[in-house]
């Protein structure tokens, strides 16, 4: 098993950039594919990125391709989401996610995913 646990959301001006993080526990972080996902307020979870084992392959959401980058520290046992150009519409809780099976591609959907964080705040102003 592994616990999340998000950090670095908060407020900031559109066209901004911000970092939020997702700390790990547990022995075998290496072993899970690492994802971020978000949810606005009356709107379903959405996927925005995810990033293999060893960091070699990453994926991401149309809507933020060019804008967010997503990496991982395994020493550490965190994943990171690095946002920049900002918009208001990025404005949700940023969810982290963990999926310890082995499939070719992550999965684009919540059910694909094993474990959650508990979430952090990401409010974009205009």
């Known amino acids: 098993q592994v616990q999340l646990v998000e950090s670095g959301g908060g407020l900031v001006q559109a066209g901004g950039s911000l970092k939020v993080s997702c700390a790990a526990s547990?022995?075998?972080?290496?072993?899970?594919?690492m994802g971020w996902f978000r949810q606005a307020p009356g709107k379903e979870r959405e996927f925005v990125a995810a990033?293999?084992?060893?960091?070699?392959?990453?994926y991401y959401a149309d809507s933020v391709k060019g804008r967010f980058t997503i990496s991982r520290d395994n020493a550490k046992k965190t994943v990171y989401l690095q946002m920049s150009s900002l918009k208001p519409e990025d404005t949700a809780i940023y969810y982290c996610?963990?999926?310890?099976?082995?499939?070719?591609?992550?999965?684009?959907?919540?059910?694909?995913?094993?474990?959650w964080g508990q979430g952090t705040q990401v409010t974009v102003s205009s």
């Open positions: 996610a963990a999926d310890s099976k082995l499939t070719p591609a992550p999965a684009m959907a919540v059910p694909g995913w094993d474990y």
């Open positions: 547990g022995r075998t972080f290496s072993s899970y594919r």
């Open positions: 990033i293999s084992w060893r960091g070699a392959s990453t």
